[in-house]
């Protein structure tokens, strides 16, 4: 059984930072195309990053830019999210999402992705 799970959210103060992760088992993900979303209560689930199967080519939604870093760990199935200066605007649950059909573009859309995580809490305060 495929499975993602997110942990690493939490509560934090503007400004701070925080590192999401994705554990995928059940299946090989070491040439997957990843994708990290969020959604934040009474919106819609929006793009945040994605990266294609190799890993050369990454994503990031203008509103993370400069701030968010994706990042992946073939031997430990585990890919993660580095989210710096943090903003009361980045509340939200997120989730990460993965497809294996070697995509050399990494997609926003998220239609795209056939594995998802349950989601982690990623609360900022000011």
């Known amino acids: 059984q495929v499975q993602l799970v997110e942990s690493g959210g939490g509560t934090v103060q503007v400004g701070n930072s925080l590192r999401l992760s994705c554990a995928a088992s059940?299946?090989?993900?070491?040439?997957?195309?990843w994708g990290w979303f969020r959604q934040a209560p009474g919106k819609a689930r929006e793009f945040v990053a994605a990266?294609?199967?190799?890993?050369?080519?990454?994503d990031y939604a203008d509103s993370v830019k400069a701030r968010f870093t994706f990042s992946r760990d073939n031997a430990k199935s585990t890919v993660y999210l580095q989210m710096n200066s943090l903003r009361p605007e980045d509340t939200a649950v997120y989730y990460c999402?993965?497809?294996?059909?070697?995509?050399?573009?990494?997609?926003?859309?998220?239609?795209?992705?056939?594995?998802w995580g349950q989601g982690t809490q990623v609360i900022v305060s000011s």
């Open positions: 059940g299946r090989s993900f070491s040439r997957a195309n």
């Open positions: 999402a993965a497809h294996t059909r070697l995509s050399v573009l990494p997609s926003r859309a998220a239609t795209e992705y056939d594995y």
């Open positions: 990266v294609n199967w190799s890993g050369s080519r990454a």
